[in-house]
T-cell receptor, first 120, second 113 residues
Framework: AQKITQTQPGMFVQEKEAVTLDCTYD???????LFWYKQPSSGEMIFLIY??????QNATEGRYSLNFQKARKSANLVISASQLGDSAMYFC?????????????????FGKGTLLTVNP | NAGVMQNPRHLVRRRGQEARLRCSPV?????VYWYRQLPEEGLKFMVY????????ESGMPKERFSAEFPKEGPSILRIQQVVRGDSAAYFC???????????FGPGTRLLVL
């Protein structure tokens, strides 16, 4: 079974500053993938960033980077230069079989989320 | 949301009625996942379907819930005899082998009165 833990129910950050959202995971799978999604107040789920368990480098996508520490089973999201539009719920998620592993069921397990508020 | 369509966006039902939620995946995608999001919670997996087949329904309640993804047409999540505890947002996600991520639809917000 897979489990995602997000220990920060809410976070506050000043505009233009960086913020780290924590995510730890537990799995017995050797291969897995980790994701972050953003859910603004409008409710849709927006994909931000992906990290495969065998990727040697931390993933980056624009202002988003994933601080992947495999031994500690953590996959923290770092948002640099926060903007007011970054205010939203952020969910960490994982699946058991990353791209290319041959697995076929890519169902996602989600954490409970962190509500990020960016202050002007 | 990469072209995944869900309808209706909002659905109100009285206890005991049926709810039918539709999901049209991205054109060419043959995998559909359904998730449920209760208030103040993350999304929870319900069912995974490929065209005409249910692959994994381990997250779906055994009674009152059913899902299908026919050869032609949208995927349907059907909830019979709804109860207040079914009130939630229901998301479908579209996927195809080789892609990095699933693409989520905008969700259907179900309210049971």
């Amino acid at each position: 079974a897979q489990k995602i833990t997000q220990t920060q129910p809410g976070m506050f950050v000043q505009e233009k500053e960086a913020v780290t959202l924590d995510c730890t995971y537990d799995t017995s799978d050797q291969s897995y993938g980790l994701f972050w999604y953003k859910q603004p107040s409008s409710g849709e789920m927006i994909f931000l960033i992906y990290q495969g368990s065998y990727d040697e480098q931390n993933a980056t996508e624009g202002r988003y980077s994933l601080n992947f520490q495999k031994a500690r089973k953590s996959a923290n999201l770092v948002i640099s230069a926060s903007q007011l539009g970054d205010s939203a719920m952020y969910f960490c998620a994982m699946r058991g079989s990353p791209l290319g592993s041959g697995g076929s069921n890519y169902k996602l397990t989600f954490g409970k989320g962190t509500l990020l508020t960016v202050n002007p | 949301n990469a072209g995944v369509m869900q309808n209706p966006r909002h659905l109100v039902r009285r206890r005991g009625q049926e709810a039918r939620l539709r999901c049209s995946p991205v054109k060419g995608h043959s995998h559909v996942y359904w998730y449920r999001q209760l208030p103040e919670e993350g999304l929870k997996f319900m069912v995974y379907l490929q065209k005409e087949n249910i692959i994994d329904e381990s997250g779906m309640p055994k009674e009152r819930f059913s899902a299908e993804f026919p050869k032609e047409g949208p995927s349907i999540l059907r909830i019979q005899q709804v109860v207040r505890g079914d009130s939630a947002a229901y998301f479908c996600a579209s996927f195809e082998t080789g892609l990095k991520t699933q693409y989520f639809g905008p969700g259907t917000r179900l309210l049971v009165l």
